[in-house]
């Protein structure tokens, strides 16, 4: 990864309370990267885009975008900055039709190549749907209305966290298969996941977080099966 | 026995009167809906709006109309300010904060407003336009202020209404109301956008507290029966609905005039008997709303 990443988080501790979730967490993402961050439950994965995408405190300088500190940012000015949060579990706006979601996500006017028109080439069923309340979409679709309302803020980077949460083998693979014609505009993804699988086809790079720690990267292929479920099973 | 004509006419004064119920209910409903905060301290700031007003019309020489032109914007860089200022930081988990200071400030405003203005009741002049009325049928006549009141409360449920529904500014409220978090994530700064639903709260208020000191006398110590009116014609309603509202209002207003007729000191405990009845058959008012 040649010269300044597009984000860097340094030595990253997060707290609930009196509970540590994150300690001393590293990583970089590269321009046009794709990453992916592994780990069971509760291994600090949510925590970590939370805490990047602002909606946790951190120390200024421990999260950095194009070179510039951003860690004490709050969530709503991180997002101007070009990083868009797909949150776990969807969390669409109920009181909002399909449109108004992905209008909302837009509502910044950050200029970029996401647009309505360009949200309903990329997923079709979305501008059928788009005058029916959010909630009365299939799992898959919700996700599709997750995904393109973070697009329409035009970010530089796009942390998902666990997209296939839920949904059928068939339903994960067809927005998997959307990934790329979004990282064909220049866009970073960080990928959290608990399909493995599916994340090592994916992603460039990986990173394996155990009990809020760091303890593995490397790159798909240099990294073995077994490393991965020992980093993940912490066995 | 009362002829029938008045009855008519008993029920449609108290309709009309409904009007105003609505509107001080329209900006209580706003509030809660939008931040889940309830306003104590709203029925003062309608006091406090027909002060300014008193204060306008008196400095200015402006009729109370055209005193909203003044008193509606003012109101809603008060309610702003007060949201950014204090209201946002009692905002959590916790429902108790909110209900606590908007208690102490409801307090401090009738205090305020008895030092500056005394106790003394004061009345807004709004000229030949109060006794106008239009002649309906023999026996039967509307009053034209209390028509003005009535038909600008629908103006304001459509306004409102209007810009939830229409505007991005109400997509902002809807979404900040549904999720928080998730608003902050699409760039929706929640103290700036509690504070513009706190600045359209007070802006209702103020024509609301305009149409009150036009009607009746009014003096610092009126807000917390105004503050319940407001709850009353909201539950009725059904939260979140803000033609329900408007029913709840009208509801209130008639349910108070048929009791004023049976007894002048049955027109509060109408009121409020209809309200409990409400509760006790529809616990969700008579147009909640629907998700």
Known sequence: MAGTPLLEVHGLDAFYGDFQALFGVSLRVGQGQVVAVLGANGAGKSTLLKSIAGLMASPREAICLDGEAIGSLRASDVVGRGIALVPEGRRLFPSLSVEENLLIGGQLGRPGPWTLARIYELFPVLEERRSQPSMSLSGGQQQMVAISRALMSNPKLLLCDEISLGLAPIIIKDIYARLPTITAEGISLVIVEQDIVQALTAAQHVYCLQEGRMVLEGTPTTLTREAISAAYFGV | MVPLMEWVNIILQGALLGGLYAMFAAGLSLIFGVMRLVNIAHGDLIVLAAYLSL??????????????????????????????????????????????????????????????????????QAGAVEVASLHVADGLSIGVLPLLQFVTAIAVIAVLQLVFYRTALGRAFRATSDDQDVAQLMGLDNRHVFGLAMALSLA????????????????????????????????????????GTLAGGIILGVAQAIGAQLDPGWQLLAGHIAFLIILAIKPDGLFPKVQ
């Open chain 2, 55 to 124: 204060l306008a019309t008196d400095a200015f020489g402006l009729g109370p109309m055209t005193s909203l032109l003044v008193v509606v914007p003012l109101m809603a860089v008060i309610g702003y300010t007060l949201q950014r200022g204090i209201l946002n930081q009692t905002l959590g988990p916790d429902l108790l904060p909110p209900l606590l200071v908007t208690f102490g400030l409801s307090i401090i405003i009738q205090n305020g407003l008895l030092e500056l203005f005394t106790a003394d009741s004061r009345r807004l």
């Open chain 2, 204 to 243: 209702v208020v103020a024509i609301a507290g305009i149409f009150l000191a036009v009607r009746t006398n009014f003096d610092p110590a009126i807000g917390p029966a105004r503050l319940i009116f407001g709850f009353e014609a909201v539950i009725i309603g059904g939260l979140g609905s803000m033609w």
